[in-house]
Each structure stands twice: as structure tokens, then as C-alpha cells.
Antibody, heavy 120, light 110 residues
Framework: EVQLVQSGAEVKKPGESLKISCKGS????????IGWVRQMPGKGLEWMGIIYPGDSDTRYSPSFQGQVTISADKSISTAYLQWSSLKASDTAMYYC?????????????WGQGTMVTVSS | QSALTQPASVSGSPGQSITISCTGTSSDVGGYNYVSWYQQHPGKAPKLMIY???NRPSGVSNRFSGSKSGNTASLTISGLQAEDEADYYCSSYTSSSSWVFGGGTKLTVL
């Protein structure tokens, strides 16, 4: 079964660092782009950035450039989203999603989401 | 990159058809046939419903259809069913080699 499994919910304080993960299985992890999507409480989806695990080519939305770092470890089929200094406004659900092999606009497989809560 | 524009809400009765619009610019929706639509039920991850403007992934009901005219794409759901009640998001590939989502539309089945 093709799936993306994300790491569990996190509760952090402002200023702390965090790295969440997204592990792919059931397909060739290095051959598909993996994107990250933010959903703030009660709000819509926002595209954050994307990485191609095969060569670590990474692109960021201008809104998130410099705010987060996207990386991948192809040896363990895992993509990451990390923050060096969290803010309360980073509180959100974060999803990883795979770009399909048949259409560049189709995020066909989604992780279950990781809820990040930042509160003092 | 500004979010694509969708109506905040639409509603319809069971059996009826509804259409959700998604307006962008010539740098995204109007410039490419790379528009997709996602369904999201409360507390769940989004699900791909339409890609490349009008194509359905395997397993998605043919009650869902997509189209595009100029800078506006549309999702039509025919024969509305209670299970269609959800949030719907459009997305487009852009000239910046990035992606952008719409603000989302809440569909209520009356």
C-alpha cells in the first residue's frame, strides 16, 4: 500500500526548535516530489514548499522561505519539515503530500497530518 | 503568490448540482491546465478529486467534474449526496514552479 505516515503531535514553547517527519512506503520514494501544506486552525490549505528526495531539489513558497527548512533522507524514505525558532503563529496542522507520477498538479497521497501547538 | 479566490460557501439539496468557482490569474489558473481539486472532511486529510482541470483519479465518482475558462476553474458536483458535505479546495501549478491553493469552499447539503 502506498502511504505517507507522519510523526505525532507536538507541543512546544515559543523559541524552541522542531523537526517533524513524513515517511513514505509502498513506492519509490526518490522518484516523487513531496510537498508540505499548512492548515491553521479553522483555516484553509497553504502550500509551503516541496522537495524531490532523489536529488534534494527544494522549492519554497515566498511566504515560507526562510521560516522553515525542508529536507529529506532518502536512505530511510523520510521527508522533514523543521523550524529553528517556533512562534505561536506556527500552531497548525501540517500535512505532507506526494505529487503524483501522472500529473504535476495532483497531490495524490497525503499523510495523516501532524498537529503542532506552540504555546507558552 | 496570492491564494486563488473561491466562494466561502455553497449549498444545495440532495440530488441537485452545484458548482464551485476558483479564480486566479494568467500566472496560474489561466496559464496552465494544471488545476486540481481536493475534498476535505472535518478532521481528515484532503483527498484528490480532480486533476489537470477535468481528470478524475481512479475511484472518484463521476458525479464530480471539472472545467476551466480563462482564469477561472470550476468544480461541479451533480446528484448531490449527504456525504459530499465537506470543504473543497482548488489548487494550481504556477509560473514560479510552485503551487497555490484556493481559500476553500464549505459545501452544505441541505
Amino acid at each position: 500500500e502506498v502511504q505517507l505516515v507522519q510523526s505525532g503531535a507536538e507541543v512546544k514553547k515559543p523559541g524552541e526548535s522542531l523537526k517533524i517527519s513524513c515517511k513514505g512506503s509502498g513506492y519509490s520514494f526518490t522518484s516523487y516530489w513531496i510537498g508540505w501544506v499548512r492548515q491553521m486552525p479553522g483555516k484553509g490549505l497553504e502550500w509551503m514548499g516541496i522537495i524531490y528526495p532523489g536529488d534534494s531539489d527544494t522549492r519554497y513558497s515566498p511566504s515560507f522561505q526562510g521560516q522553515v527548512t525542508i529536507s529529506a533522507d532518502k536512505s530511510i524514505s523520510t521527508a522533514y519539515l523543521q523550524w529553528s525558532s517556533l512562534k505561536a503563529s506556527d500552531t497548525a496542522m501540517y500535512y505532507c503530500a506526494r505529487v503524483s507520477g501522472y500529473a504535476i498538479d495532483a497531490f495524490d497521497i497525503w499523510g495523516q497530518g501532524t498537529m503542532v501547538t506552540v504555546s507558552s | 503568490q496570492s491564494a486563488l479566490t473561491q466562494p466561502a460557501s455553497v449549498s444545495g439539496s440532495p440530488g441537485q448540482s452545484i458548482t464551485i468557482s476558483c479564480t486566479g490569474t494568467s500566472s496560474d489558473v489561466g496559464g496552465y491546465n494544471y488545476v486540481s481539486w481536493y475534498q476535505q472532511h472535518p478532521g481528515k486529510a484532503p483527498k484528490l478529486m480532480i486533476y489537470d482541470v477535468s481528470n478524475r483519479p481512479s475511484g472518484v465518482s463521476n458525479r464530480f467534474s471539472g472545467s476551466k475558462s480563462g482564469n477561472t476553474a470550476s468544480l461541479t458536483i451533480s446528484g448531490l449526496q449527504a456525504e459530499d458535505e465537506a470543504d473543497y479546495y482548488c489548487s494550481s501549478y504556477t509560473s514560479s514552479s510552485s503551487w497555490v491553493f484556493g481559500g476553500g469552499t464549505k459545501l452544505t447539503v441541505l
